[in-house]
């Protein structure tokens, strides 16, 4: 297991297979699915397919969502971090995407702001990442709220999947200027 992150509160490491429980009951919340596209998985296999899914993002990209585990419990409460998308999005492609996701009880703690702030720095002081991108359901107040706090920049809005969605981005060369403010 490789930790990639360490925060006051939280761990943010390689997904395991250990994990699956812990993301089962996330992503079978149908609250936490609300603003992406209303589809919780429904069985533990799903899950653990996620995770395989993830884990081959490492090998294939060198990079994938990071498990973040709480310091003080040990817990699995979510995931965070950066995904290599390939797909045509919003006539781009080839660009980090900062995501995150937590299960329910954890919501409100300030950690998917804590995430983002950490794998921001991270993506563009240890792993030299030239832009980073966050995509938000316009309707996700929490998560438009969060993609500005950390500092990203909404340059449009464009449909995803049926839904209007934010684009945000930072370049390193914004990144530092925002730095120095």
Same mark, same amino acid.
Do not use: C
């Given at each position: 297991?490789?930790?990639?992150?360490?925060?006051?509160?939280?761990?943010?490491?390689?997904?395991?297979?250990?994990?699956?429980? +812990?993301?089962?009951?996330?992503?079978?919340? *149908?609250?936490?699915?609300?603003?992406? !596209?209303? #589809?919780?998985?429904a069985t533990l296999q799903e899950a653990q397919k996620i995770i395989a899914s993830i884990k081959q993002q490492y090998i294939d990209n060198g990079i994938g969502r990071w498990a973040v585990v709480e310091k003080e419990s040990g817990d699995f409460i979510g995931?965070?971090?950066?995904?290599?998308?390939?797909?045509?999005?919003?006539?781009?492609?080839?660009?980090?995407?900062?995501?995150?996701?937590?299960?329910?009880?954890?919501? +409100?703690?300030?950690?998917?702001?804590?995430? *983002?702030?950490?794998?921001?720095?991270? !993506?563009? #002081?240890?792993?030299?990442?030239?832009?980073?991108v966050g995509i938000a359901d316009v309707a996700h107040t929490a998560s438009n709220t969060i993609l500005k706090k950390v500092g990203l920049i909404k340059r449009n809005e464009f449909i995803y999947d049926g839904t209007l969605h934010n684009f945000y981005s930072l370049s390193k060369e914004e990144w530092r200027e925002n730095l120095n403010k």
């Open positions: 297991m490789k930790i990639h992150i360490v925060t006051d509160r939280l761990l943010m490491r390689d997904m395991m297979d250990e994990d699956a429980q +812990g993301m089962f009951a996330m992503d079978s919340d *149908a609250e936490v699915h609300k603003f992406l !596209g209303n #589809k919780p998985i995931w965070s971090g950066f995904r290599l998308i390939t797909d045509v999005v919003n006539e781009r492609t080839q660009y980090y995407d900062l995501g995150y996701r937590f299960l329910k009880k954890y919501w +409100g703690k300030g950690y998917a702001s804590e995430t *983002a702030f950490a794998s921001l720095n991270h !993506g563009f #002081k240890e792993l030299d990442f030239k832009e980073i």
